[in-house]
């Protein structure tokens, strides 16, 4: 782009430009007069994250020369690495390395889900029904996702300026083993229970432990989540799982004071850190995804959910 040529551009999409580190001269607009759009600023830095790295920048990336050695300071073990993590390490490292993350960190109230999901009990023996806590997430994230597509997408094309809206809804779970991290896929959600959800969870997660699951169940998602909830911590940045656009991380409940209305109550609060791809996902859609999340995971919507 010439240095003489004026660049139009919006006060809000010059800000997007710096927020993403874009140089805004070297944008080429595609509206009237070659406006440029956040359209324009998103497809600019996609195109820039997937160049070739040059030889200089190659250089940057490679593994640090090592001028001693770990047991010249002491007794060391060598131990293999499991193969499932193997095969990890590469697709971590380039969902870190090509995706824009952006964590947003939210709480939600989830004081009357946990009192009704107590309360449920088993209509043949009359005993409490044990259905986890991640069941009703999974239900209420699939009420998300139809509102807002954005989420339940991939941009494989992205060259192109092409992006893939899924219409179904198939959650990933991560499934913690001795292996390592496993993300199966609950397929259909939309048309199961919270009863048959929670089934489906206790099969996948016995399946990924004991290496009894179909590679196939782990591609296809619209969206993971990954629970830390049963062993403790709050907030995190979960690494998105590509080709899909966002990862919903879940802390530990722990009950505190929360002021409602004019009075303090202790109220059950959820830990949510939901990573996005700024490439497609603002701050401000990400922070109504988290706020429609909260309003799904509340008051009287898991009586809903349970239907």
């Not at 250089?59 to 690495?81: A, M, Q, R, T, Y």
């Not at 993971?224 to 709050?234: D, E, K, P, Y």
């Not at 907030?235 to 879940?250: K, M, R």
Request: hydrophobic share 40%; glycine share 6%; aromatic share 8%.
């Amino acid at each position: 782009m010439s240095e003489n040529k004026k660049i139009f551009a919006s006060p809000k999409v010059r800000k997007f430009a710096r927020e993403l580190g874009a140089n805004i001269s070297a944008i080429e607009g595609s509206e009237r007069k070659g406006r440029i759009s956040e359209k324009d600023v998103k497809l600019f830095v996609s195109n820039e994250l997937n160049k070739p790295l040059s030889n200089d920048q190659n250089l940057n990336i490679k593994k640090n020369k090592i001028e001693f050695n770990h047991s010249d300071f002491g007794e060391v073990e060598i131990k293999d690495i499991s193969r499932v993590k193997k095969i990890a390490a590469p697709h971590l490292v380039n969902s870190w390395s090509t995706i824009p993350h952006v964590t947003h960190h939210d709480e939600a109230d989830i004081t009357e889900m946990e009192d009704f999901r107590s309360s449920l009990l088993d209509v043949v023996t009359g005993e409490k029904k044990k259905i986890t806590p991640l069941a009703f997430i999974v239900k209420a994230l699939v009420s998300n996702l139809k509102k807002f597509p954005s989420f339940n997408a991939s941009i494989d094309d992205i060259e192109n300026g092409k992006i893939t809206f899924k219409k179904y809804f198939h959650i990933g779970i991560a499934v913690d083993t001795q292996h390592g991290l496993m993300v199966p896929k609950i397929r259909d959600v939309d048309n199961k229970n919270i009863n048959e959800i929670g089934i489906e969870l206790k099969i996948l997660s016995e399946k990924c432990r004991n290496l009894k699951i179909d590679k196939k169940e782990f591609f296809g998602g619209s969206i993971t989540i990954t629970s830390l909830g049963g062993i403790g911590g709050s907030f995190f940045t979960p690494i998105i799982n590509s080709p899909e656009v966002a990862i919903l991380g879940i802390g530990k409940s722990i009950k505190k004071q929360v002021l409602t209305d004019t009075e303090f109550k202790v109220r059950t609060m959820l830990p949510l850190s939901l990573s996005y791809d700024h490439r497609i996902i603002d701050g401000a859609e990400a922070a109504r995804f988290c706020n429609e999340l909260k309003e799904n995971l509340g008051k009287n919507f898991a009586y809903r959910l349970a239907i």
